[in-house]
């Protein structure tokens, strides 16, 4: 199964030590990736790839390098895992028909939005249990590649978590999976990308 090794994030890496992540090599180590911390443009700016050999995902290329795999440290924050990435995508179905053409096996779609944006999210599953959720409209395609935009973690104890962050971190809500609550990073922080905390 295809892995993410490595993902290039345009963070300081003081700024996630600060939110409490165990900083090695330049970067947050979860779930067999290396978050790499310090590009030189905000956002998640490239990617690497393990067990995977196709050049490129719907002209996404993986131009990092593959680190080998290593285990999630204990990171103050509780995190033990990197549940989803959410990317987002001009052309769904273009992008959907990359993915499984590479092997990345659609798993399942869910219909979201509202009747003037009509939103579909499409769920992949590589190594770690990671999901990649990747998020186009249903009703219109455009030119131009896929592009992250988010990630949430998982970890152990979410008030524990809420507590550690205190106003670092918005009030939980119940999330859409069922029995799980979500809370996300307030933008005050001033990270480049979009993160959230998931209970188990």
């Known amino acids: 199964m295809a892995a993410l090794a490595s993902m290039l994030i345009g963070d300081p890496p003081e700024l996630w030590e600060d939110i409490g992540f165990q900083i090695d090599d330049g970067g947050a180590w979860i779930s067999g990736a290396h978050h ?8 998640i700016r490239a990617f690497g790839m393990r067990d995977f050999e196709p050049a490129d995902l719907d002209g996404w290329a ?3 390098d593959a680190p080998p795999d290593r285990e999630t440290p204990q990171h103050p924050n509780g995190v033990v895992a990197l549940d989803h990435v959410v990317v987002s995508t001009p052309d769904l179905q273009r992008t959907i028909a990359s993915f499984e053409a590479a092997g990345i096996r659609l798993r399942r779609t869910r219909d979201t939005g509202t009747d003037e944006r ?10 770690h249990n990671i999901i990649l959720e990747v998020v186009g409209s249903r009703t219109r395609a455009a030119e131009g590649p896929p592009r992250f935009y988010g990630l949430a973690f998982t970890v152990a104890d979410l008030d524990a978590t809420a507590e550690h962050l205190g106003a670092k971190l918005r009030p939980a809500k119940d999330a859409v999976q069922p029995g799980r609550r979500i809370a996300t990073l307030d933008r005050s922080v001033g990270s480049s990308v979009p993160i959230a905390f998931m209970s188990a």
């Open 62 to 64: 993986p131009t990092l």
């Open 118 to 127: 009509p939103t579909q999210q499409a769920f992949f599953k590589l190594e």
């Open 36 to 43: 790499r911390l310090g590009g030189e443009a905000p956002g």
